[in-house]
């Protein structure tokens, strides 16, 4: 998992920062925790990047200009790796607050107690409503195969999400269509014109109403249209917060986009509270903002119990 090492390893030395997430936010927050001179763990059950290696071309961050959501990933995982930074692979299965720690408790049940909190989860797929007979389907351009040569490739959505996954699909030789149920695209100019001219054909006001088949022949029946038969299908019609770890840690309960009243110690980066604002720069901004924030944290209960 690249490069990762397993949870199970954690030293059993005490933790002033664990950073649960190895996307751009939390990596943002882990490089300036260790900068601060915490001793801070970072967590991820996905490799470093996170989502962010699903992105073919990220042209919005300052200095690396059209950087592949791969490339910008490796860079992440090499400077954590450059200033000694371990990060561990596992899922956290829930968080609680108990005196002055928190208490993470990891899948393999191992409990790991940390004096401050950062939660930079991400996102997960939206559900999707159409049944697919338990069949998995691609949600982004991660899973697909690096070759798709003579591959027909199906995607569902009418985002800058669908579009980037659609060029990257076309990028490894498949022909690709996109299902949009809108009446136009939601994504800026300069994707839907580089889709045109890359030859990705677009259905809007297309609504899918039956999915059959499986991986190498779906078939999907669509208003306005015969069948679609398609080797690889791609459903990208939104993502939400995964916030399944914040149950009992705010105050009033958990509400995306919202300012979070959160217990003392615990703090929130990236898409848990970006709303619809999802961006790489932002989410390591608001990474940096929880590092700091766990710094003078940790100075005032020092300062307090002196």
């Known amino acids: ?16 920062l664990l950073v649960v997430g190895l996307g751009p936010a939390g990596v943002a927050c882990t490089l300036q925790a260790f900068r601060d001179g915490l001793n801070v763990v970072a967590v991820g059950d996905e490799p470093v990047g996170g989502l962010v290696r699903a992105g073919r071309k990220l042209c919005n961050l300052p200095g690396l200009p059209s950087i592949s959501g791969e490339d910008l990933a490796g860079k ?44 930079a ?106 069948p679609v038969k398609a080797q690889h299908l791609i459903v990208c019609i939104g993502r939400v917060a995964r916030d399944e770890l914040l149950g009992g840690l705010i105050v009033g309960g958990f509400e995306p986009g919202v300012e979070q009243k959160s217990l003392p110690g615990l703090f929130l980066a990236g898409d848990l509270i970006r709303g619809r604002d999802r961006y790489v720069a932002t989410a390591m901004g608001d990474g940096q903002r929880a590092a700091i924030s766990a710094v003078t944290c940790l100075q005032e209960v020092k300062h307090g119990s002196s």
């Open 1 to 16: 998992m690249y490069g990762l090492t397993p949870a199970s390893e954690i030293s059993d030395q005490t933790i002033d």
């Open 76 to 119: 992440l995982e090499g400077q954590l790796k450059e200033v000694g930074i371990v990060t561990y692979h596992g899922h956290v299965s829930s968080i609680e607050r108990r005196d002055r720690f928190f208490s993470v408790t990891l899948a393999v049940g191992r409990e790991l107690p940390a004096r401050t909190v950062c939660l």
């Open 121 to 226: 989860t991400g996102t997960r797929p939206r559900d999707w409503a159409i049944s697919v007979g338990g069949q998995q389907v691609h949600r982004d351009a991660r899973s697909l195969p690096e070759s798709l040569r003579d591959s027909r490739v199906v995607v569902v959505g009418g985002g800058e999400a669908a579009l980037d996954t659609a060029l990257s699909a076309r990028d490894r030789g498949a022909d690709v269509l996109v299902l949009a149920r809108g009446e136009r695209l939601r994504a800026v100019a300069g994707l839907i014109g580089e889709a045109g001219r890359r030859g990705v054909e677009v259905r809007l006001e297309t609504r899918v109403a039956r999915v059959t088949g499986g991986p190498g022949m779906w078939v999907l029946t669509c208003s306005g249209l015969e």
